[in-house]
Protein backbone atom coordinates (compact mmCIF):
# COMPACT_ATOMS: atom_id res chain seq x y z
CA UNK A 1 0.00 0.00 0.00
CA UNK A 2 2.92 2.32 0.26
CA UNK A 3 3.42 2.88 -3.36
CA UNK A 4 -0.82 4.08 -3.52
CA UNK A 5 0.02 6.12 -0.38
CA UNK A 6 3.15 7.83 -2.62
CA UNK A 7 1.02 8.25 -5.77
CA UNK A 8 -1.88 9.70 -3.57
CA UNK A 9 0.78 12.21 -2.52
CA UNK A 10 2.08 12.82 -5.67
CA UNK A 11 -1.41 13.26 -7.37
CA UNK A 12 -2.62 15.71 -5.07
CA UNK A 13 0.78 18.16 -5.03
CA UNK A 14 0.08 18.04 -8.53
CA UNK A 15 -3.52 19.37 -7.95
CA UNK A 16 -1.98 21.90 -5.65
CA UNK A 17 0.79 22.98 -8.24
CA UNK A 18 -2.30 23.31 -10.61
CA UNK A 19 -4.35 25.47 -8.52
CA UNK A 20 -1.04 27.47 -7.38
CA UNK A 21 -0.43 28.10 -11.01
CA UNK A 22 -3.86 28.46 -12.30
CA UNK A 23 -4.44 31.61 -9.43
CA UNK A 24 -3.28 33.89 -11.08
CA UNK A 25 -5.96 33.19 -14.38
CA UNK A 26 -8.63 33.03 -11.65
CA UNK A 27 -7.95 36.41 -10.29
CA UNK A 28 -8.12 38.05 -13.75
CA UNK A 29 -11.12 36.13 -14.47
CA UNK A 30 -12.68 37.63 -11.21
CA UNK A 31 -12.15 41.09 -12.31
CA UNK A 32 -13.43 40.50 -15.88
CA UNK A 33 -16.90 41.83 -15.81
CA UNK A 34 -19.23 42.10 -18.25
CA UNK A 35 -20.57 45.48 -19.37
CA UNK A 36 -23.05 47.92 -21.71
CA UNK A 37 -20.55 47.21 -24.94
CA UNK A 38 -18.51 44.11 -23.78
CA UNK A 39 -16.20 43.26 -20.74
CA UNK A 40 -13.55 45.30 -19.26
CA UNK A 41 -10.34 43.61 -17.22
CA UNK A 42 -9.75 45.34 -14.11
CA UNK A 43 -6.81 45.39 -11.55
CA UNK A 44 -6.31 45.25 -8.11
CA UNK A 45 -4.14 46.82 -5.68
CA UNK A 46 -4.33 45.71 -2.16
CA UNK A 47 -7.77 46.01 -1.06
CA UNK A 48 -8.61 48.59 -3.77
CA UNK A 49 -10.32 46.85 -7.27
CA UNK A 50 -10.83 49.64 -10.14
CA UNK A 51 -12.15 49.61 -13.57
CA UNK A 52 -10.59 52.34 -14.98
CA UNK A 53 -11.58 54.45 -18.60
CA UNK A 54 -15.04 52.36 -19.31
CA UNK A 55 -16.87 54.04 -22.36
CA UNK A 56 -20.30 55.24 -21.31
CA UNK A 57 -20.74 57.02 -24.81
CA UNK A 58 -19.27 57.25 -28.07
CA UNK A 59 -16.57 59.50 -28.36
CA UNK A 60 -18.37 63.12 -29.35
CA UNK A 61 -16.21 63.78 -32.26
CA UNK A 62 -16.80 64.98 -35.67
CA UNK A 63 -20.45 64.56 -36.61
CA UNK A 64 -21.27 64.34 -32.41
CA UNK A 65 -19.86 67.36 -31.49
CA UNK A 66 -22.29 69.03 -30.17
CA UNK A 67 -24.92 66.10 -30.29
CA UNK A 68 -26.24 64.26 -27.58
CA UNK A 69 -24.55 61.13 -25.94
CA UNK A 70 -24.53 57.93 -28.47
CA UNK A 71 -24.34 54.30 -27.42
CA UNK A 72 -21.04 53.10 -27.54
CA UNK A 73 -19.74 50.40 -30.77
CA UNK A 74 -19.55 46.79 -28.65
CA UNK A 75 -16.01 45.32 -28.45
CA UNK A 76 -15.59 41.88 -28.63
CA UNK A 77 -12.18 40.93 -26.95
CA UNK A 78 -12.28 41.98 -23.21
CA UNK A 79 -11.33 45.68 -22.65
CA UNK A 80 -8.18 46.55 -20.47
CA UNK A 81 -9.30 49.00 -18.30
CA UNK A 82 -6.13 49.82 -16.32
CA UNK A 83 -5.91 53.16 -16.94
CA UNK A 84 -7.35 56.20 -16.34
CA UNK A 85 -8.81 58.02 -19.33
CA UNK A 86 -7.74 61.28 -20.54
CA UNK A 87 -10.00 64.38 -19.21
CA UNK A 88 -12.42 66.48 -21.27
CA UNK A 89 -10.63 69.10 -23.71
CA UNK A 90 -10.29 72.33 -21.62
CA UNK A 91 -8.05 75.70 -20.47
CA UNK A 92 -6.67 76.78 -17.41
CA UNK A 93 -9.06 78.64 -16.50
CA UNK A 94 -9.46 77.87 -12.85
CA UNK A 95 -6.16 78.30 -12.09
CA UNK A 96 -4.34 75.49 -10.22
CA UNK A 97 -7.51 73.78 -9.55
CA UNK A 98 -7.29 71.25 -12.79
CA UNK A 99 -4.35 70.87 -15.72
CA UNK A 100 -5.47 72.08 -19.67
CA UNK A 101 -5.14 69.46 -22.32
CA UNK A 102 -7.28 66.55 -22.73
CA UNK A 103 -9.31 65.66 -25.70
CA UNK A 104 -12.73 65.94 -27.34
CA UNK A 105 -12.50 61.87 -26.70
CA UNK A 106 -13.04 61.74 -23.20
CA UNK A 107 -16.62 59.83 -22.01
CA UNK A 108 -15.14 57.05 -20.03
CA UNK A 109 -15.98 56.33 -16.21
CA UNK A 110 -14.25 54.71 -13.53
CA UNK A 111 -15.39 51.93 -10.97
CA UNK A 112 -13.74 51.14 -7.63
CA UNK A 113 -14.70 48.80 -4.65
CA UNK A 114 -13.53 47.46 -1.70
CA UNK A 115 -12.32 43.51 -2.72
CA UNK A 116 -13.22 43.09 1.06
CA UNK A 117 -16.46 44.53 0.96
CA UNK A 118 -17.51 42.64 -1.90
CA UNK A 119 -16.22 39.44 -1.02
CA UNK A 120 -19.59 39.43 2.01
CA UNK A 121 -22.04 39.25 -1.89
CA UNK A 122 -23.91 41.99 -0.25
CA UNK A 123 -25.17 44.79 -2.29
CA UNK A 124 -22.87 47.25 -1.72
CA UNK A 125 -24.45 51.23 -1.92
CA UNK A 126 -23.34 53.67 -4.89
CA UNK A 127 -21.42 56.83 -4.74
CA UNK A 128 -21.45 58.77 -7.95
CA UNK A 129 -19.00 61.67 -8.34
CA UNK A 130 -19.49 64.12 -10.08
CA UNK A 131 -16.33 66.57 -10.68
CA UNK A 132 -16.56 70.39 -9.95
CA UNK A 133 -14.55 73.02 -11.93
CA UNK A 134 -17.48 75.88 -12.92
CA UNK A 135 -18.37 73.29 -16.16
CA UNK A 136 -14.91 74.56 -17.88
CA UNK A 137 -12.24 72.47 -16.21
CA UNK A 138 -11.69 69.40 -13.71
CA UNK A 139 -11.63 65.32 -14.27
CA UNK A 140 -13.01 62.08 -12.60
CA UNK A 141 -9.64 60.49 -11.97
CA UNK A 142 -8.21 63.90 -9.88
CA UNK A 143 -10.60 62.13 -6.55
CA UNK A 144 -9.01 59.13 -4.87
CA UNK A 145 -11.80 56.91 -4.18
CA UNK A 146 -10.01 54.60 -2.24
CA UNK A 147 -11.38 56.05 1.23
CA UNK A 148 -15.01 55.80 0.32
CA UNK A 149 -14.56 52.87 -1.25
CA UNK A 150 -12.75 50.87 1.78
CA UNK A 151 -13.83 52.71 4.65
CA UNK A 152 -17.19 54.24 3.05
CA UNK A 153 -17.89 50.21 1.98
CA UNK A 154 -19.14 51.85 -1.35
CA UNK A 155 -18.64 51.07 -4.88
CA UNK A 156 -17.69 54.46 -6.47
CA UNK A 157 -17.91 55.68 -9.86
CA UNK A 158 -15.93 58.97 -11.08
CA UNK A 159 -16.61 60.18 -14.43
CA UNK A 160 -15.58 62.96 -17.02
CA UNK A 161 -18.03 65.13 -19.17
CA UNK A 162 -17.69 67.77 -21.68
CA UNK A 163 -16.60 70.88 -20.53
CA UNK A 164 -16.45 74.38 -21.57
CA UNK A 165 -18.02 75.32 -24.99
CA UNK A 166 -17.46 71.31 -25.77
CA UNK A 167 -20.31 71.09 -23.08
CA UNK A 168 -22.46 73.80 -22.81
CA UNK A 169 -22.92 75.51 -25.74
CA UNK A 170 -26.15 77.32 -27.44
CA UNK A 171 -26.25 78.34 -30.88
CA UNK A 172 -29.54 78.82 -33.60
CA UNK A 173 -27.74 76.42 -36.48
CA UNK A 174 -27.63 73.95 -33.93
CA UNK A 175 -30.52 74.05 -31.36
CA UNK A 176 -32.89 73.15 -34.52
CA UNK A 177 -31.31 70.04 -35.17
CA UNK A 178 -34.35 68.56 -33.90
CA UNK A 179 -32.02 67.23 -30.82
CA UNK A 180 -31.61 68.30 -27.03
CA UNK A 181 -29.39 70.71 -27.41
CA UNK A 182 -26.73 73.01 -25.05
CA UNK A 183 -26.59 71.20 -22.24
CA UNK A 184 -24.46 68.83 -23.78
CA UNK A 185 -22.43 67.95 -20.36
CA UNK A 186 -25.51 67.69 -18.25
CA UNK A 187 -26.83 64.56 -21.04
CA UNK A 188 -23.42 63.18 -20.30
CA UNK A 189 -24.27 63.46 -17.17
CA UNK A 190 -27.53 61.80 -17.17
CA UNK A 191 -25.85 59.15 -19.95
CA UNK A 192 -23.50 57.98 -17.08
CA UNK A 193 -26.14 57.68 -14.66
CA UNK A 194 -27.93 55.25 -17.14
CA UNK A 195 -24.82 53.47 -17.37
CA UNK A 196 -24.28 52.92 -13.86
CA UNK A 197 -28.53 52.10 -13.16
CA UNK A 198 -27.97 49.43 -15.82
CA UNK A 199 -24.53 47.88 -15.21
CA UNK A 200 -23.40 48.29 -11.74
CA UNK A 201 -24.88 45.54 -10.04
CA UNK A 202 -22.39 43.47 -12.28
CA UNK A 203 -20.13 45.43 -9.77
CA UNK A 204 -21.88 44.22 -6.57
CA UNK A 205 -23.73 47.72 -6.67
CA UNK A 206 -26.82 48.36 -5.17
CA UNK A 207 -28.80 50.06 -8.32
CA UNK A 208 -31.17 51.23 -5.62
CA UNK A 209 -28.78 52.48 -3.28
CA UNK A 210 -27.15 55.50 -5.74
CA UNK A 211 -25.85 58.42 -3.96
CA UNK A 212 -25.05 60.91 -6.42
CA UNK A 213 -22.69 63.91 -5.02
CA UNK A 214 -20.58 66.73 -6.26
CA UNK A 215 -19.00 69.87 -5.33
CA UNK A 216 -18.83 73.95 -6.49
CA UNK A 217 -20.53 72.97 -10.14
CA UNK A 218 -20.85 69.23 -9.37
CA UNK A 219 -22.74 70.29 -6.70
CA UNK A 220 -24.82 72.25 -8.51
CA UNK A 221 -25.01 69.62 -11.02
CA UNK A 222 -26.45 67.39 -8.58
CA UNK A 223 -28.99 70.47 -7.75
CA UNK A 224 -29.84 70.03 -11.56
CA UNK A 225 -30.65 66.22 -11.98
CA UNK A 226 -32.98 66.97 -8.55
CA UNK A 227 -34.86 69.23 -11.34
CA UNK A 228 -34.01 68.00 -14.81
CA UNK A 229 -37.25 65.52 -15.59
CA UNK A 230 -34.67 63.26 -17.54
CA UNK A 231 -32.87 62.47 -14.47
CA UNK A 232 -35.89 60.84 -12.73
CA UNK A 233 -35.24 57.86 -11.11
CA UNK A 234 -31.11 57.55 -12.09
CA UNK A 235 -30.72 58.04 -8.05
CA UNK A 236 -32.03 58.03 -4.58
CA UNK A 237 -29.91 60.12 -2.42
CA UNK A 238 -27.57 63.00 -3.39
CA UNK A 239 -25.16 65.52 -1.47
CA UNK A 240 -24.60 68.92 -2.66
CA UNK A 241 -21.34 70.39 -2.12
CA UNK A 242 -21.17 74.39 -2.82
CA UNK A 243 -24.15 74.12 -4.87
CA UNK A 244 -25.79 77.17 -3.82
CA UNK A 245 -24.98 79.12 -6.57
CA UNK A 246 -28.03 76.88 -8.63
CA UNK A 247 -30.20 80.00 -7.25
CA UNK A 248 -29.17 82.63 -8.68
CA UNK A 249 -30.60 84.74 -11.63
CA UNK A 250 -29.17 85.78 -14.40
CA UNK A 251 -27.03 87.71 -15.16
CA UNK A 252 -25.36 87.45 -11.94
CA UNK A 253 -21.81 85.28 -12.39
CA UNK A 254 -22.86 81.75 -12.78
CA UNK A 255 -26.58 81.72 -12.89
CA UNK A 256 -28.45 79.95 -15.00
CA UNK A 257 -28.60 81.38 -18.77
CA UNK A 258 -32.10 81.93 -20.37
CA UNK A 259 -31.07 80.43 -24.26
CA UNK A 260 -31.85 83.76 -25.75
CA UNK A 261 -28.96 84.49 -23.90
CA UNK A 262 -26.82 81.96 -23.84
CA UNK A 263 -27.39 81.53 -27.66
CA UNK A 264 -26.35 85.03 -28.44
CA UNK A 265 -23.21 84.12 -26.65
CA UNK A 266 -22.53 81.01 -29.31
CA UNK A 267 -22.93 83.24 -32.18
CA UNK A 268 -20.84 86.00 -30.94
CA UNK A 269 -18.16 83.06 -30.65
CA UNK A 270 -18.73 81.53 -34.18
CA UNK A 271 -18.30 85.22 -35.16
CA UNK A 272 -15.10 85.57 -33.19
CA UNK A 273 -14.11 82.11 -35.01
CA UNK A 274 -14.93 83.06 -38.19
CA UNK A 275 -18.28 81.07 -38.93
CA UNK A 276 -21.35 82.39 -40.11
CA UNK A 277 -24.01 82.74 -38.14
CA UNK A 278 -26.01 79.75 -39.92
CA UNK A 279 -23.22 77.34 -40.43
CA UNK A 280 -23.23 74.65 -37.73
CA UNK A 281 -20.89 71.85 -40.31
CA UNK A 282 -18.52 75.18 -39.93
CA UNK A 283 -18.36 74.95 -36.26
CA UNK A 284 -18.06 70.82 -36.13
CA UNK A 285 -15.62 71.53 -38.58
CA UNK A 286 -12.79 73.17 -36.35
CA UNK A 287 -9.70 71.97 -34.76
CA UNK A 288 -10.22 71.18 -30.66
CA UNK A 289 -7.41 73.78 -30.44
CA UNK A 290 -9.07 76.45 -32.40
CA UNK A 291 -12.34 76.51 -29.93
CA UNK A 292 -10.03 76.28 -26.98
CA UNK A 293 -7.87 79.00 -28.32
CA UNK A 294 -10.77 81.30 -28.58
CA UNK A 295 -13.49 80.21 -26.22
CA UNK A 296 -12.38 81.79 -22.89
CA UNK A 297 -14.83 85.21 -23.17
CA UNK A 298 -17.41 83.01 -24.19
CA UNK A 299 -17.64 80.52 -22.02
CA UNK A 300 -21.13 79.52 -20.00
CA UNK A 301 -20.02 78.42 -16.40
CA UNK A 302 -24.13 77.28 -15.74
CA UNK A 303 -26.39 74.97 -17.09
CA UNK A 304 -29.18 76.55 -19.91
CA UNK A 305 -32.38 76.95 -19.27
CA UNK A 306 -32.87 75.31 -22.65
CA UNK A 307 -37.50 74.29 -21.96
CA UNK A 308 -36.52 70.77 -21.90
CA UNK A 309 -33.66 68.97 -20.06
CA UNK A 310 -34.06 72.34 -17.98
CA UNK A 311 -37.30 73.31 -18.47
CA UNK A 312 -37.66 76.51 -16.24
CA UNK A 313 -35.23 78.20 -13.60
CA UNK A 314 -34.39 75.18 -11.05
CA UNK A 315 -35.69 77.51 -8.00
CA UNK A 316 -38.51 77.64 -10.42
CA UNK A 317 -38.86 74.46 -10.41
CA UNK A 318 -38.24 73.40 -6.96
CA UNK A 319 -40.55 76.31 -5.55
CA UNK A 320 -43.30 74.49 -7.89
CA UNK A 321 -42.13 70.96 -6.57
CA UNK A 322 -41.89 69.45 -9.58
CA UNK A 323 -38.78 67.51 -8.22
CA UNK A 324 -36.87 64.08 -8.42
CA UNK A 325 -37.53 63.69 -4.70
CA UNK A 326 -34.52 61.83 -2.99
CA UNK A 327 -32.88 62.21 0.88
CA UNK A 328 -30.34 65.22 -0.20
CA UNK A 329 -27.64 66.97 2.26
CA UNK A 330 -26.32 70.04 1.27
CA UNK A 331 -23.86 72.70 2.68
CA UNK A 332 -20.70 74.89 2.07
CA UNK A 333 -17.71 75.95 3.72
CA UNK A 334 -17.61 78.75 5.73
CA UNK A 335 -14.83 80.77 4.12
CA UNK A 336 -15.88 79.46 0.10
CA UNK A 337 -14.58 83.10 -1.15
CA UNK A 338 -11.08 82.67 0.18
CA UNK A 339 -10.12 80.68 -2.35
CA UNK A 340 -10.96 82.57 -5.19
CA UNK A 341 -9.52 85.66 -4.10
CA UNK A 342 -6.48 83.82 -3.03
CA UNK A 343 -6.39 82.71 -6.81
CA UNK A 344 -6.59 86.07 -8.11
CA UNK A 345 -3.76 87.14 -5.63
CA UNK A 346 -1.76 84.09 -6.93
CA UNK A 347 -2.15 84.64 -11.01
CA UNK A 348 -1.37 88.96 -10.28
CA UNK A 349 1.57 88.57 -7.25
CA UNK A 350 -0.93 91.16 -5.69
CA UNK A 351 -2.90 91.79 -2.53
CA UNK A 352 -6.04 93.42 -2.75
CA UNK A 353 -6.38 97.30 -1.56
CA UNK A 354 -8.41 99.25 -0.09
CA UNK A 355 -8.90 101.13 -3.56
CA UNK A 356 -9.51 98.13 -5.24
CA UNK A 357 -12.17 96.76 -2.63
CA UNK A 358 -15.15 99.23 -4.15
CA UNK A 359 -13.87 98.45 -8.22
CA UNK A 360 -14.30 94.74 -7.61
CA UNK A 361 -17.16 95.11 -5.84
CA UNK A 362 -18.76 97.12 -8.80
CA UNK A 363 -17.33 94.67 -11.38
CA UNK A 364 -18.90 91.67 -9.15
CA UNK A 365 -22.43 92.65 -8.61
CA UNK A 366 -23.26 96.08 -10.32
CA UNK A 367 -22.85 99.98 -9.36
CA UNK A 368 -26.53 100.16 -7.52
CA UNK A 369 -25.64 96.76 -5.34
CA UNK A 370 -22.21 97.25 -4.73
CA UNK A 371 -22.69 100.33 -3.39
CA UNK A 372 -25.06 98.34 -0.38
CA UNK A 373 -22.68 95.58 -0.04
CA UNK A 374 -19.95 98.27 0.68
CA UNK A 375 -22.25 99.03 3.77
CA UNK A 376 -23.09 95.52 4.71
CA UNK A 377 -19.32 94.64 4.38
CA UNK A 378 -17.70 97.82 5.19
CA UNK A 379 -13.85 97.37 5.43
CA UNK A 380 -13.12 98.49 9.25
CA UNK A 381 -15.17 95.17 10.12
CA UNK A 382 -12.08 92.88 8.20
CA UNK A 383 -8.93 92.59 8.58
CA UNK A 384 -8.34 92.91 4.77
CA UNK A 385 -9.50 94.16 1.63
CA UNK A 386 -8.84 90.45 1.10
CA UNK A 387 -11.16 89.14 3.61
CA UNK A 388 -13.98 91.74 3.10
CA UNK A 389 -14.71 91.03 -0.66
CA UNK A 390 -14.01 87.12 0.06
CA UNK A 391 -17.14 87.17 2.84
CA UNK A 392 -19.57 88.72 0.35
CA UNK A 393 -18.76 86.37 -1.62
CA UNK A 394 -18.92 83.55 0.18
CA UNK A 395 -22.13 84.37 1.42
CA UNK A 396 -23.89 85.79 -2.09
CA UNK A 397 -22.74 82.98 -3.69
CA UNK A 398 -22.75 80.05 -1.99
CA UNK A 399 -23.72 80.24 1.82
CA UNK A 400 -27.38 82.46 1.73
CA UNK A 401 -28.40 80.89 -1.67
CA UNK A 402 -28.00 77.53 -0.63
CA UNK A 403 -29.98 78.58 2.62
CA UNK A 404 -32.28 79.81 0.44
CA UNK A 405 -33.09 76.24 -1.88
CA UNK A 406 -33.28 74.77 2.09
CA UNK A 407 -36.19 76.80 2.90
CA UNK A 408 -38.02 75.63 -0.94
CA UNK A 409 -36.76 72.06 -0.41
CA UNK A 410 -37.52 71.20 2.81
CA UNK A 411 -41.37 70.21 2.72
CA UNK A 412 -40.61 68.65 0.02
CA UNK A 413 -37.49 65.96 0.70
CA UNK A 414 -35.89 64.69 3.36
CA UNK A 415 -33.13 67.64 3.84
CA UNK A 416 -29.91 67.91 5.77
CA UNK A 417 -27.54 70.53 6.01
CA UNK A 418 -24.00 70.77 6.89
CA UNK A 419 -21.00 74.08 7.14
CA UNK A 420 -17.74 72.80 6.69
CA UNK A 421 -15.69 74.92 9.27
CA UNK A 422 -12.07 73.75 9.52
CA UNK A 423 -10.45 76.60 9.55
CA UNK A 424 -6.74 74.87 9.27
CA UNK A 425 -7.83 72.79 6.44
CA UNK A 426 -4.60 71.87 4.02
CA UNK A 427 -4.09 74.35 1.34
CA UNK A 428 -2.80 73.97 -2.56
CA UNK A 429 -2.66 77.52 -3.39
CA UNK A 430 0.72 79.31 -3.65
CA UNK A 431 0.96 81.44 0.39
CA UNK A 432 -1.62 84.23 0.47
CA UNK A 433 -1.50 87.76 2.37
CA UNK A 434 -4.43 86.35 4.20
CA UNK A 435 -5.72 83.09 5.94
CA UNK A 436 -7.78 81.11 3.50
CA UNK A 437 -8.88 78.27 6.43
CA UNK A 438 -12.22 76.98 5.23
CA UNK A 439 -11.55 78.35 1.73
CA UNK A 440 -13.67 76.59 -1.43
CA UNK A 441 -12.82 73.06 -2.57
CA UNK A 442 -10.93 72.62 0.88
CA UNK A 443 -13.44 69.95 2.08
CA UNK A 444 -12.39 67.61 -0.70
CA UNK A 445 -9.09 66.43 0.83
CA UNK A 446 -11.40 65.32 3.34
CA UNK A 447 -13.39 62.97 1.00
CA UNK A 448 -10.08 62.42 -1.48
CA UNK A 449 -7.27 61.48 0.42
CA UNK A 450 -4.47 63.97 -1.03
CA UNK A 451 -6.40 66.12 -3.27
CA UNK A 452 -4.79 69.15 -4.21
CA UNK A 453 -6.26 70.31 -7.94
CA UNK A 454 -3.09 70.18 -10.29
CA UNK A 455 -0.57 71.58 -7.73
CA UNK A 456 2.84 69.28 -6.88
CA UNK A 457 2.03 69.71 -2.86
CA UNK A 458 0.19 67.28 -0.73
CA UNK A 459 -2.62 67.66 1.42
CA UNK A 460 -1.97 65.88 4.32
CA UNK A 461 -4.19 66.01 7.42
CA UNK A 462 -3.27 65.71 10.93
CA UNK A 463 -4.79 63.13 13.17
CA UNK A 464 -7.85 65.55 14.41
CA UNK A 465 -8.72 66.33 10.77
CA UNK A 466 -8.52 62.70 10.01
CA UNK A 467 -11.14 61.67 12.27
CA UNK A 468 -13.10 64.63 11.22
CA UNK A 469 -12.50 62.93 7.97
CA UNK A 470 -13.58 59.37 9.18
CA UNK A 471 -17.20 61.27 10.11
CA UNK A 472 -17.54 62.50 7.05
CA UNK A 473 -17.05 59.35 4.97
CA UNK A 474 -19.66 57.68 7.46
CA UNK A 475 -22.12 59.98 6.66
CA UNK A 476 -21.70 60.31 3.26
CA UNK A 477 -21.28 56.96 2.50
CA UNK A 478 -24.40 55.84 4.59
CA UNK A 479 -27.14 58.62 3.31
CA UNK A 480 -29.83 56.19 3.38
CA UNK A 481 -29.49 56.04 7.40
CA UNK A 482 -29.32 59.54 7.93
CA UNK A 483 -33.28 60.17 8.17
CA UNK A 484 -33.73 56.99 10.80
CA UNK A 485 -35.39 58.05 13.45
CA UNK A 486 -31.74 57.47 15.68
CA UNK A 487 -29.89 59.57 13.68
CA UNK A 488 -27.58 62.43 15.04
CA UNK A 489 -28.08 64.30 12.16
CA UNK A 490 -31.98 66.03 12.02
CA UNK A 491 -33.39 67.31 9.04
CA UNK A 492 -33.30 71.02 8.36
CA UNK A 493 -35.41 73.23 10.46
CA UNK A 494 -35.24 76.73 8.87
CA UNK A 495 -36.82 77.71 12.20
CA UNK A 496 -34.07 76.31 13.86
CA UNK A 497 -31.63 77.54 11.11
CA UNK A 498 -29.93 73.34 13.10
CA UNK A 499 -26.51 72.87 10.63
CA UNK A 500 -24.19 69.82 11.08
CA UNK A 501 -20.70 72.16 11.77
CA UNK A 502 -17.81 69.72 10.35
CA UNK A 503 -14.79 70.89 12.60
CA UNK A 504 -12.04 69.07 14.06
CA UNK A 505 -12.27 65.91 15.89
CA UNK A 506 -15.56 65.49 14.66
CA UNK A 507 -18.76 66.90 14.07
CA UNK A 508 -21.60 69.30 15.84
CA UNK A 509 -24.99 70.27 15.32
CA UNK A 510 -25.15 74.14 15.82
CA UNK A 511 -28.41 76.03 15.57
CA UNK A 512 -29.82 79.81 15.02
CA UNK A 513 -26.38 81.32 13.73
CA UNK A 514 -26.02 80.51 10.12
CA UNK A 515 -28.31 83.10 8.85
CA UNK A 516 -27.09 86.08 11.11
CA UNK A 517 -23.33 84.89 9.83
CA UNK A 518 -23.35 84.96 6.51
CA UNK A 519 -25.78 88.38 6.45
CA UNK A 520 -28.29 86.19 4.46
CA UNK A 521 -31.53 88.73 5.64
CA UNK A 522 -29.61 91.33 3.47
CA UNK A 523 -28.52 88.83 0.82
CA UNK A 524 -31.87 87.54 0.73
CA UNK A 525 -33.87 90.79 -0.43
CA UNK A 526 -30.99 91.82 -3.03
CA UNK A 527 -32.77 89.85 -5.77
CA UNK A 528 -29.63 87.62 -6.52
CA UNK A 529 -31.64 84.68 -6.42
Known amino acids: MGWQSGLRRAFM ?34 DLESWLGIPYAAPPIGRLRWQPPQAVTAWQVPLKATTLPSSCAQNADLGIFARPGGSEDCLYLNVYRSKSASASNAKLPVFVWIHGGSLWVGQGGDYDPSKMAERGKSVVVTFNYRLG ?20 GLLDQQAALNWVQKNIAAFGGDSNNVTIAGESSGGISVMLHIASPASAGKFQYAIAMSGGAVMLRYPAFGAPRPLAAAEETGVAFARAVGCP ?12 KRILDAQTPYLINAVIIDGSVMPLHPADIYRAGSINPVTLIAGNTRDEGRFFVGLAENATGKPMTAADYPTWLERFYGK ?109 SQVSKISGKNSDWPRFDPMRDNIMSFSPPSPIMKYGIFSQYHHCDFWDVTGLY
Do not use: W
Not at 28 to 37: D, H
Not at 165 to 184: M, Q, S, T
Open 13 to 46: GLIAACALFAHPARAQESLTIPVTGGAVTGAASG
Open 277 to 288: PDDADCLRALPT
Open 368 to 476: SLARRVLREYPLDQYDSPSEAYAAANTDSLFACPGHEMGRLLVAKMPLHFYEFSDGTAPSYLAPTTFPLLAAHTYELSYIFPGFRGAADTVAALNPFQENLSDAMIDYF
Open 165 to 184: NFGFFAHPAIDREGHDFANY
